[in-house]
Each structure stands twice: as C-alpha cells, then as structure tokens.
C-alpha cells in the first residue's frame, strides 16, 4: 500500500508530465503554422510588434493558470 508521500509525489509527477506534454504540442502546433506563414509568404518574419503581442499572450495565459486553484 502507497504511503501519503509517495501519493503525493505521484500526483505532482502526473501534473508535471501532462503540463510538459501539452506545451510541447502546443509549441509544436506554433511552429507549425510559423513555417506555414513562412512558406506561404515565401520568408520568415515576425515583427517586433508581434514579438511583443506574442509574449504578452503567453504572461496573461500563464498568469490565468497560476490562478485555476483560486
């Protein structure tokens, strides 16, 4: 039988693992439709404008998750 400790340990490891497999898909998903922007408009740009808007969407997203539990 599993102690409370090991239990918890397993919880965290279940959450860890899902968190990390969802950013890989959704990093992967990003990617993909990067080089399918990029090869529609036959280069790569991103401008400093989106750079920006982008990681502003991914504070405010992370900031909504930390907050789930409240």
Do not use: C
């Amino acid at each position: 039988m599993e102690s409370v400790e090991q239990k918890g340990k397993n919880w965290k490891t279940k959450i860890l693992l899902l968190g990390a497999l969802v950013g890989a898909i959704t990093g992967a998903g990003a990617a993909y439709l990067l080089i399918q922007r990029a090869e529609h408009d036959e280069e790569l740009h991103l401008s400093p404008g989106e750079g920006v808007k982008l990681g502003l969407s991914v504070f405010s997203f992370l900031k909504q998750i930390s907050q789930l539990g409240d």
